[in-house]
Protein backbone atom coordinates (compact mmCIF):
# COMPACT_ATOMS: atom_id res chain seq x y z
CA UNK A 1 0.00 0.00 0.00
CA UNK A 2 1.09 3.21 -0.27
CA UNK A 3 1.57 5.65 2.08
CA UNK A 4 1.74 9.05 1.17
CA UNK A 5 3.91 11.13 4.17
CA UNK A 6 3.66 15.08 4.05
CA UNK A 7 7.10 14.65 2.93
CA UNK A 8 5.75 13.54 -0.36
CA UNK A 9 5.35 15.96 -2.93
CA UNK A 10 1.77 16.12 -4.47
CA UNK A 11 1.44 15.09 -7.84
CA UNK A 12 0.01 17.38 -10.66
CA UNK A 13 -0.99 16.65 -14.05
CA UNK A 14 -2.25 19.32 -17.16
CA UNK A 15 -3.91 18.78 -20.18
CA UNK A 16 -4.05 21.97 -22.77
CA UNK A 17 -3.84 21.12 -26.19
CA UNK A 18 -1.21 24.77 -26.15
CA UNK A 19 1.91 23.50 -25.51
CA UNK A 20 3.15 26.57 -23.75
CA UNK A 21 0.29 26.89 -21.64
CA UNK A 22 0.58 23.38 -20.34
CA UNK A 23 4.27 24.51 -19.67
CA UNK A 24 3.64 27.57 -17.90
CA UNK A 25 1.15 25.50 -15.26
CA UNK A 26 3.41 22.78 -14.65
CA UNK A 27 6.38 25.17 -14.06
CA UNK A 28 4.65 26.97 -11.85
CA UNK A 29 3.26 24.06 -9.82
CA UNK A 30 6.85 23.32 -10.01
CA UNK A 31 7.62 26.18 -8.08
CA UNK A 32 4.89 25.35 -5.51
CA UNK A 33 6.97 22.07 -4.94
CA UNK A 34 4.50 19.72 -6.81
CA UNK A 35 5.83 17.01 -8.73
CA UNK A 36 3.70 18.09 -12.08
CA UNK A 37 3.90 17.13 -15.75
CA UNK A 38 2.13 18.45 -18.31
CA UNK A 39 1.01 17.34 -21.88
CA UNK A 40 -0.67 18.75 -24.89
CA UNK A 41 -1.99 15.61 -26.38
CA UNK A 42 -5.42 14.61 -24.70
CA UNK A 43 -5.37 11.17 -26.24
CA UNK A 44 -2.14 10.36 -24.13
CA UNK A 45 -4.46 10.91 -20.77
CA UNK A 46 -4.72 7.32 -19.81
CA UNK A 47 -0.93 6.27 -19.87
CA UNK A 48 0.06 9.63 -17.77
CA UNK A 49 -3.50 8.56 -15.26
CA UNK A 50 -2.77 6.99 -12.05
CA UNK A 51 -4.92 6.83 -8.90
CA UNK A 52 -2.62 8.84 -6.79
CA UNK A 53 -2.65 11.81 -8.68
CA UNK A 54 -3.95 15.03 -6.50
CA UNK A 55 -5.02 17.86 -9.14
CA UNK A 56 -6.16 17.62 -12.67
CA UNK A 57 -5.86 20.79 -14.34
CA UNK A 58 -7.98 20.25 -17.56
CA UNK A 59 -8.27 22.56 -20.97
CA UNK A 60 -11.98 22.56 -21.86
CA UNK A 61 -11.28 23.12 -25.35
CA UNK A 62 -9.45 20.95 -27.01
CA UNK A 63 -9.69 19.99 -30.80
CA UNK A 64 -9.57 16.05 -30.74
CA UNK A 65 -10.41 15.31 -27.62
CA UNK A 66 -12.57 17.99 -25.34
CA UNK A 67 -12.49 18.55 -21.92
CA UNK A 68 -16.07 17.35 -21.02
CA UNK A 69 -15.47 14.09 -22.41
CA UNK A 70 -12.28 13.39 -19.94
CA UNK A 71 -14.69 14.44 -17.35
CA UNK A 72 -16.51 11.73 -17.76
CA UNK A 73 -13.26 9.71 -18.03
CA UNK A 74 -11.80 10.85 -15.04
CA UNK A 75 -15.16 10.25 -13.20
CA UNK A 76 -15.52 6.45 -14.47
CA UNK A 77 -11.62 6.33 -13.30
CA UNK A 78 -12.95 6.77 -10.20
CA UNK A 79 -10.56 9.57 -9.12
CA UNK A 80 -10.05 11.74 -6.16
CA UNK A 81 -8.51 14.20 -7.77
CA UNK A 82 -8.91 17.93 -6.79
CA UNK A 83 -9.96 19.39 -10.13
CA UNK A 84 -8.75 22.87 -12.05
CA UNK A 85 -10.98 23.59 -15.45
CA UNK A 86 -9.54 26.06 -18.06
CA UNK A 87 -10.86 27.97 -20.60
CA UNK A 88 -10.62 30.40 -23.32
CA UNK A 89 -13.91 30.87 -23.58
CA UNK A 90 -16.01 32.90 -21.37
CA UNK A 91 -18.00 31.51 -17.67
CA UNK A 92 -20.44 30.26 -18.61
CA UNK A 93 -18.89 27.16 -19.82
CA UNK A 94 -17.02 26.99 -17.02
CA UNK A 95 -19.81 26.86 -14.67
CA UNK A 96 -21.73 24.38 -16.66
CA UNK A 97 -18.94 22.47 -16.81
CA UNK A 98 -17.74 22.84 -13.36
CA UNK A 99 -21.53 21.62 -12.48
CA UNK A 100 -21.42 18.23 -14.61
CA UNK A 101 -17.95 17.49 -12.89
CA UNK A 102 -20.02 17.94 -9.51
CA UNK A 103 -22.94 15.87 -10.54
CA UNK A 104 -20.89 12.78 -11.64
CA UNK A 105 -19.23 12.93 -8.20
CA UNK A 106 -15.87 15.18 -9.25
CA UNK A 107 -14.17 17.48 -6.88
CA UNK A 108 -13.83 20.93 -8.86
CA UNK A 109 -11.99 23.46 -7.11
CA UNK A 110 -11.46 26.04 -8.98
CA UNK A 111 -11.73 27.44 -12.97
CA UNK A 112 -9.62 29.54 -14.60
CA UNK A 113 -9.87 31.80 -17.98
CA UNK A 114 -7.57 32.26 -20.82
CA UNK A 115 -5.32 34.15 -20.77
CA UNK A 116 -4.53 33.02 -17.08
CA UNK A 117 -2.78 35.39 -14.89
CA UNK A 118 0.49 34.13 -12.98
CA UNK A 119 -1.41 34.99 -9.37
CA UNK A 120 -4.82 33.59 -10.11
CA UNK A 121 -2.92 30.33 -10.72
CA UNK A 122 -0.65 30.33 -7.63
CA UNK A 123 -3.75 31.32 -5.74
CA UNK A 124 -5.82 28.76 -6.68
CA UNK A 125 -3.15 26.01 -6.08
CA UNK A 126 -2.40 27.27 -2.79
CA UNK A 127 -6.03 27.27 -1.70
CA UNK A 128 -6.57 23.76 -2.41
CA UNK A 129 -6.87 21.72 1.18
CA UNK A 130 -6.15 18.12 0.46
CA UNK A 131 -7.25 15.71 2.67
CA UNK A 132 -5.03 12.59 3.63
CA UNK A 133 -7.92 9.97 2.50
CA UNK A 134 -6.48 7.82 5.19
CA UNK A 135 -7.43 9.74 7.94
CA UNK A 136 -10.77 10.73 5.91
CA UNK A 137 -10.98 7.24 6.34
CA UNK A 138 -11.00 7.01 10.12
CA UNK A 139 -12.72 10.08 10.51
CA UNK A 140 -15.74 8.54 8.73
CA UNK A 141 -16.22 5.49 10.68
CA UNK A 142 -15.54 7.83 13.92
CA UNK A 143 -18.03 10.08 13.40
CA UNK A 144 -21.15 7.58 12.73
CA UNK A 145 -24.68 9.34 11.55
CA UNK A 146 -27.60 9.51 14.48
CA UNK A 147 -30.06 6.95 14.11
CA UNK A 148 -33.48 7.31 13.14
CA UNK A 149 -34.26 5.80 16.25
CA UNK A 150 -32.13 8.27 18.34
CA UNK A 151 -34.28 10.39 16.04
CA UNK A 152 -37.48 9.46 17.55
CA UNK A 153 -36.13 9.85 21.08
CA UNK A 154 -35.18 13.18 20.66
CA UNK A 155 -38.84 13.98 20.10
CA UNK A 156 -39.74 12.04 23.07
CA UNK A 157 -37.09 13.80 25.15
CA UNK A 158 -37.30 17.66 23.48
CA UNK A 159 -34.32 17.82 22.14
CA UNK A 160 -35.36 19.11 19.32
CA UNK A 161 -35.38 23.44 19.20
CA UNK A 162 -35.62 25.91 16.61
CA UNK A 163 -32.91 28.51 16.58
CA UNK A 164 -33.52 31.91 14.98
CA UNK A 165 -31.81 34.08 12.35
CA UNK A 166 -32.16 37.72 12.23
CA UNK A 167 -33.30 39.82 9.20
CA UNK A 168 -32.51 43.28 8.98
CA UNK A 169 -33.98 45.96 6.59
CA UNK A 170 -31.46 47.56 4.79
CA UNK A 171 -33.21 51.05 5.20
CA UNK A 172 -33.48 51.78 8.42
CA UNK A 173 -31.39 48.79 10.25
CA UNK A 174 -34.52 48.32 11.95
CA UNK A 175 -35.76 44.11 12.77
CA UNK A 176 -37.27 42.93 9.89
CA UNK A 177 -38.19 39.64 11.52
CA UNK A 178 -36.23 35.95 12.14
CA UNK A 179 -35.87 32.75 10.66
CA UNK A 180 -36.69 29.31 12.49
CA UNK A 181 -34.05 26.99 11.67
CA UNK A 182 -33.87 23.73 13.92
CA UNK A 183 -31.15 22.26 15.96
CA UNK A 184 -31.16 18.91 17.81
CA UNK A 185 -29.60 19.47 21.22
CA UNK A 186 -27.87 15.98 21.04
CA UNK A 187 -27.51 14.28 24.79
CA UNK A 188 -23.74 12.77 23.70
CA UNK A 189 -23.06 14.84 20.03
CA UNK A 190 -23.97 17.85 20.95
CA UNK A 191 -25.46 20.71 18.87
CA UNK A 192 -26.02 19.21 15.79
CA UNK A 193 -27.52 21.16 12.61
CA UNK A 194 -30.13 21.33 9.76
CA UNK A 195 -27.99 19.66 7.41
CA UNK A 196 -27.59 16.41 9.82
CA UNK A 197 -31.78 16.29 11.02
CA UNK A 198 -33.39 17.40 7.41
CA UNK A 199 -32.07 14.27 5.33
CA UNK A 200 -32.44 11.70 8.57
CA UNK A 201 -36.32 12.95 9.30
CA UNK A 202 -36.97 12.88 5.61
CA UNK A 203 -35.55 8.98 5.49
CA UNK A 204 -37.50 8.30 8.68
CA UNK A 205 -40.53 10.10 7.42
CA UNK A 206 -40.78 12.29 10.09
CA UNK A 207 -41.02 15.40 8.34
CA UNK A 208 -44.58 16.03 9.54
CA UNK A 209 -43.55 15.66 12.72
CA UNK A 210 -40.68 17.77 12.58
CA UNK A 211 -42.97 20.56 11.10
CA UNK A 212 -45.18 21.34 13.59
CA UNK A 213 -42.73 20.32 16.44
CA UNK A 214 -41.26 23.45 14.76
CA UNK A 215 -44.13 25.38 14.04
CA UNK A 216 -45.30 24.73 17.90
CA UNK A 217 -42.10 26.34 19.04
CA UNK A 218 -42.14 29.32 16.96
CA UNK A 219 -45.70 30.72 17.67
CA UNK A 220 -44.78 30.07 21.36
CA UNK A 221 -41.83 31.63 21.02
CA UNK A 222 -43.18 34.55 19.15
CA UNK A 223 -45.59 35.22 21.51
CA UNK A 224 -43.25 35.11 24.47
CA UNK A 225 -41.14 38.00 22.59
CA UNK A 226 -44.52 40.00 22.76
CA UNK A 227 -44.57 39.64 26.59
CA UNK A 228 -41.00 40.77 26.53
CA UNK A 229 -41.83 43.60 24.52
CA UNK A 230 -40.63 42.59 21.09
CA UNK A 231 -43.37 41.90 18.10
CA UNK A 232 -41.86 40.64 15.48
CA UNK A 233 -42.34 38.11 12.18
CA UNK A 234 -41.49 34.30 12.08
CA UNK A 235 -40.59 32.75 9.22
CA UNK A 236 -40.73 29.11 8.93
CA UNK A 237 -39.83 26.23 6.19
CA UNK A 238 -41.83 24.51 4.74
CA UNK A 239 -41.25 20.95 3.68
CA UNK A 240 -43.31 19.35 0.76
CA UNK A 241 -45.14 16.70 2.64
CA UNK A 242 -46.73 19.54 4.46
CA UNK A 243 -48.98 20.42 1.13
CA UNK A 244 -50.75 16.80 1.48
CA UNK A 245 -53.14 18.58 4.10
CA UNK A 246 -55.93 20.56 3.05
CA UNK A 247 -56.46 22.02 6.41
CA UNK A 248 -52.96 23.68 7.27
CA UNK A 249 -54.45 26.77 7.04
CA UNK A 250 -57.10 26.52 9.48
CA UNK A 251 -54.37 24.76 11.96
CA UNK A 252 -52.07 27.73 11.08
CA UNK A 253 -55.01 30.31 11.92
CA UNK A 254 -55.72 28.18 14.82
CA UNK A 255 -52.73 28.71 16.80
CA UNK A 256 -52.01 32.16 15.85
CA UNK A 257 -55.70 32.74 18.05
CA UNK A 258 -54.58 30.21 20.64
CA UNK A 259 -51.16 32.01 21.01
CA UNK A 260 -52.53 35.83 20.44
CA UNK A 261 -50.63 36.78 17.37
CA UNK A 262 -51.19 38.57 14.31
CA UNK A 263 -51.57 36.92 11.18
CA UNK A 264 -48.66 39.65 9.71
CA UNK A 265 -46.13 37.79 12.20
CA UNK A 266 -45.95 34.85 10.42
CA UNK A 267 -44.28 33.72 7.22
CA UNK A 268 -44.17 30.18 5.56
CA UNK A 269 -41.58 30.03 3.38
CA UNK A 270 -41.57 27.28 0.64
CA UNK A 271 -38.91 26.31 -1.79
CA UNK A 272 -39.42 25.99 -5.48
CA UNK A 273 -38.73 22.35 -5.41
CA UNK A 274 -41.33 22.00 -2.51
CA UNK A 275 -43.97 23.91 -4.77
CA UNK A 276 -43.14 21.35 -7.87
CA UNK A 277 -44.18 18.62 -5.76
CA UNK A 278 -47.65 18.72 -4.84
CA UNK A 279 -48.64 21.51 -6.95
CA UNK A 280 -52.06 21.84 -7.14
CA UNK A 281 -52.55 21.04 -3.43
CA UNK A 282 -50.05 23.50 -2.58
CA UNK A 283 -51.58 26.20 -5.15
CA UNK A 284 -54.95 25.62 -3.01
CA UNK A 285 -53.10 25.79 0.14
CA UNK A 286 -51.09 28.93 -0.41
CA UNK A 287 -53.73 31.35 -1.89
CA UNK A 288 -56.37 30.44 1.27
CA UNK A 289 -53.25 30.93 3.21
CA UNK A 290 -52.50 34.54 2.03
CA UNK A 291 -56.30 34.96 2.13
CA UNK A 292 -55.92 34.42 6.48
CA UNK A 293 -53.09 37.46 5.41
CA UNK A 294 -50.04 35.25 6.48
CA UNK A 295 -46.99 35.81 4.52
CA UNK A 296 -45.49 33.64 2.02
CA UNK A 297 -42.07 33.74 1.04
CA UNK A 298 -40.01 32.08 -1.89
CA UNK A 299 -37.24 30.40 -0.83
CA UNK A 300 -33.56 30.12 -1.92
CA UNK A 301 -34.79 31.60 -5.70
CA UNK A 302 -32.90 30.73 -8.64
CA UNK A 303 -31.75 27.27 -7.79
CA UNK A 304 -35.22 25.57 -8.38
CA UNK A 305 -37.42 25.31 -12.12
CA UNK A 306 -40.20 27.65 -11.54
CA UNK A 307 -41.52 29.59 -14.61
CA UNK A 308 -42.58 32.90 -14.52
CA UNK A 309 -45.98 31.86 -14.62
CA UNK A 310 -46.03 30.15 -11.65
CA UNK A 311 -44.44 32.43 -9.60
CA UNK A 312 -47.06 35.27 -10.72
CA UNK A 313 -49.95 32.71 -9.82
CA UNK A 314 -48.51 31.71 -6.39
CA UNK A 315 -49.26 34.80 -3.51
CA UNK A 316 -45.92 35.45 -2.38
CA UNK A 317 -45.46 38.27 -0.41
CA UNK A 318 -41.82 37.97 -0.23
CA UNK A 319 -38.35 36.20 -2.81
CA UNK A 320 -34.98 35.11 -1.08
CA UNK A 321 -32.21 35.47 -3.27
CA UNK A 322 -30.38 32.06 -2.78
CA UNK A 323 -26.95 32.48 -0.94
CA UNK A 324 -24.95 30.73 -3.67
CA UNK A 325 -25.39 33.89 -5.72
CA UNK A 326 -25.41 36.28 -3.03
CA UNK A 327 -21.73 34.99 -1.51
CA UNK A 328 -20.61 35.19 -5.03
CA UNK A 329 -21.88 38.59 -6.05
CA UNK A 330 -18.93 40.95 -5.55
CA UNK A 331 -16.82 38.78 -7.39
CA UNK A 332 -18.63 37.10 -9.96
CA UNK A 333 -19.93 38.88 -12.61
CA UNK A 334 -22.60 36.06 -13.92
CA UNK A 335 -23.74 35.91 -9.83
CA UNK A 336 -24.24 39.49 -10.02
CA UNK A 337 -26.48 39.68 -13.12
CA UNK A 338 -28.47 37.19 -11.65
CA UNK A 339 -29.26 38.90 -8.28
CA UNK A 340 -29.89 42.12 -9.92
CA UNK A 341 -32.11 40.60 -12.01
CA UNK A 342 -34.30 38.51 -8.89
CA UNK A 343 -33.90 42.39 -7.10
CA UNK A 344 -35.84 43.70 -9.87
CA UNK A 345 -38.40 40.94 -10.98
CA UNK A 346 -39.73 40.48 -7.27
CA UNK A 347 -39.70 44.35 -7.24
CA UNK A 348 -41.74 44.13 -10.50
CA UNK A 349 -44.33 41.56 -8.64
CA UNK A 350 -44.80 43.75 -5.64
CA UNK A 351 -42.75 41.28 -3.46
CA UNK A 352 -40.11 42.25 -0.89
CA UNK A 353 -36.63 40.86 -1.43
CA UNK A 354 -34.53 39.20 0.76
CA UNK A 355 -30.80 38.45 0.71
CA UNK A 356 -29.36 35.58 2.39
CA UNK A 357 -25.64 34.38 2.93
CA UNK A 358 -24.24 38.07 3.61
CA UNK A 359 -21.17 37.32 5.08
CA UNK A 360 -19.07 40.97 4.84
CA UNK A 361 -19.71 44.54 4.57
CA UNK A 362 -18.84 44.45 1.16
CA UNK A 363 -21.59 42.33 0.07
CA UNK A 364 -24.19 44.38 2.31
CA UNK A 365 -23.13 47.50 0.75
CA UNK A 366 -23.24 45.69 -2.88
CA UNK A 367 -27.10 44.75 -2.16
CA UNK A 368 -27.61 48.43 -0.46
CA UNK A 369 -27.01 49.98 -3.77
CA UNK A 370 -28.88 47.51 -5.79
CA UNK A 371 -31.47 48.31 -3.56
CA UNK A 372 -32.77 44.78 -1.97
CA UNK A 373 -35.21 45.15 1.16
CA UNK A 374 -33.89 43.12 3.59
CA UNK A 375 -30.57 41.24 4.57
CA UNK A 376 -30.17 37.72 6.52
CA UNK A 377 -26.35 36.30 6.87
CA UNK A 378 -23.22 35.90 9.69
CA UNK A 379 -22.17 39.35 8.98
CA UNK A 380 -25.63 40.43 10.72
CA UNK A 381 -25.92 37.62 13.12
CA UNK A 382 -25.31 33.63 13.40
CA UNK A 383 -29.10 31.69 14.36
CA UNK A 384 -29.23 32.05 17.99
CA UNK A 385 -31.52 30.30 20.61
CA UNK A 386 -35.13 31.73 20.91
CA UNK A 387 -34.05 33.54 24.11
CA UNK A 388 -31.33 35.55 23.10
CA UNK A 389 -33.12 36.97 20.74
CA UNK A 390 -34.14 40.38 22.49
CA UNK A 391 -31.27 40.98 24.53
CA UNK A 392 -30.03 40.86 21.03
CA UNK A 393 -31.87 43.30 19.50
CA UNK A 394 -31.87 45.51 22.41
CA UNK A 395 -28.12 45.75 22.18
CA UNK A 396 -27.96 46.63 18.51
CA UNK A 397 -30.58 49.29 18.73
CA UNK A 398 -28.29 51.12 21.87
CA UNK A 399 -24.96 50.52 20.53
P1 LIG B 1 -32.61 27.98 4.29
O1 LIG B 1 -34.05 28.00 4.64
O2 LIG B 1 -32.23 28.58 2.99
O3 LIG B 1 -31.87 28.67 5.52
C1 LIG B 1 -30.70 29.41 5.42
C2 LIG B 1 -29.48 28.59 5.80
O4 LIG B 1 -28.31 29.36 5.55
C3 LIG B 1 -29.41 28.22 7.27
O5 LIG B 1 -28.68 27.00 7.37
C4 LIG B 1 -28.56 29.36 7.83
O6 LIG B 1 -27.93 29.02 9.06
C5 LIG B 1 -27.56 29.51 6.73
N1 LIG B 1 -26.98 30.87 6.66
C6 LIG B 1 -27.56 32.05 6.92
N2 LIG B 1 -26.71 33.06 6.73
C7 LIG B 1 -25.54 32.51 6.35
C8 LIG B 1 -24.24 33.07 6.00
O7 LIG B 1 -24.00 34.27 6.02
N3 LIG B 1 -23.28 32.17 5.65
C9 LIG B 1 -23.50 30.83 5.62
N4 LIG B 1 -22.49 30.05 5.25
N5 LIG B 1 -24.71 30.28 5.92
C10 LIG B 1 -25.70 31.11 6.28
P2 LIG B 1 -29.23 25.76 8.22
O8 LIG B 1 -29.80 26.22 9.51
O9 LIG B 1 -28.15 24.74 8.25
O10 LIG B 1 -30.41 25.22 7.35
C11 LIG B 1 -30.20 24.67 6.09
C12 LIG B 1 -31.50 24.41 5.37
O11 LIG B 1 -32.23 23.38 6.04
C13 LIG B 1 -32.43 25.60 5.34
O12 LIG B 1 -32.06 26.47 4.29
C14 LIG B 1 -33.77 24.92 5.13
O13 LIG B 1 -33.95 24.59 3.78
C15 LIG B 1 -33.60 23.63 5.92
N6 LIG B 1 -34.23 23.78 7.25
C16 LIG B 1 -33.70 24.32 8.39
N7 LIG B 1 -34.59 24.27 9.39
C17 LIG B 1 -35.71 23.69 8.88
C18 LIG B 1 -37.01 23.35 9.42
O14 LIG B 1 -37.33 23.61 10.58
N8 LIG B 1 -37.91 22.74 8.57
C19 LIG B 1 -37.61 22.48 7.27
N9 LIG B 1 -38.55 21.91 6.49
N10 LIG B 1 -36.42 22.80 6.73
C20 LIG B 1 -35.48 23.38 7.52
MG1 LIG C 1 -35.42 29.33 4.57
MG1 LIG D 1 -32.47 29.75 1.62
Known amino acids: MIDKTKAQKR ?47 LDLVMPERDGVELLRVIANLGSNASIILISGYDKGVLHSAQKLASEQGLHVVG ?27 EISSFVELPTEEELHN ?36 GLLGADIIIPLAEAAGLMD ?91 DFGTGYSSLVQLHRIPFSEMKIDQSFVMRATTDKEALAIVKMTILLGHELGMAVVAEGIEDQATWELLTKLGCDIAQGYFIAKPMPGCDIVDWDNKRVRS
Not at 114 to 135: C, M, Q, W
Not at 230 to 238: G, Q, R
Open 111 to 137: TLTKPIRYSDLEDLLGSIVFTDKDALL
Open 209 to 299: MLSTEVLQQSFKRTSQWLNEGLKTNIAINMAPCNFKDLNLPEWIADNINKYGLGTDQITLEVTETTLMQELIKSLDILTRLRMKKVKLSID
Open 154 to 189: AFRNDELEPFFQPKINFSNNSLAGVEALIRWNHPER
Open 11 to 57: KLLVIDDEPEIGAFIRDVAYEMDYDAVATHRPDHFEQLYSDNLDVIV
